[in-house]
């Protein structure tokens, strides 16, 4: 098995939050576009129980398996029933919220990551 890396999940977080925050800015650039739908991206969990671990084979004789690729796609935003009169689903109140959310996990993000570095390097220094 792979050890799992601090760095890795860190980095797989960021990407998503980006394509994240890249969905809501679309949102909020369409407020007012007639009959555009909101989206937004599957959440990070669920990505993460996609991401399988892969086996590492340390013998000619064992038996190997391919890790699956979890990409991030965009989707149409779940119906919560508000529909504007011009037939757009985009909210700037719960856009602006969602981005909020993903500022607030970026920075608890490379949070860890300053942490996680910093205790590595004085575990090597030492």
Known sequence: MEPVSLFDLAAKQAQWLAVRQSAIAGNIANANTPGYTANDVEPFEKVLDRAAVSLQATQAGHLGSAATNAGFAIKPQED???????????????????????????????????????????????
């Open 80 to 126: 919560d029933g508000v529909v504007m009169p011009s037939k757009n689903s985009v909210v700037l109140e719960d856009q602006l919220l969602k981005a909020g959310e993903v500022r607030r996990s970026f920075e608890l993000n490379t949070a860890i990551v300053k942490a996680f570095h910093s205790m590595m390097m004085m575990a090597v220094k030492s």
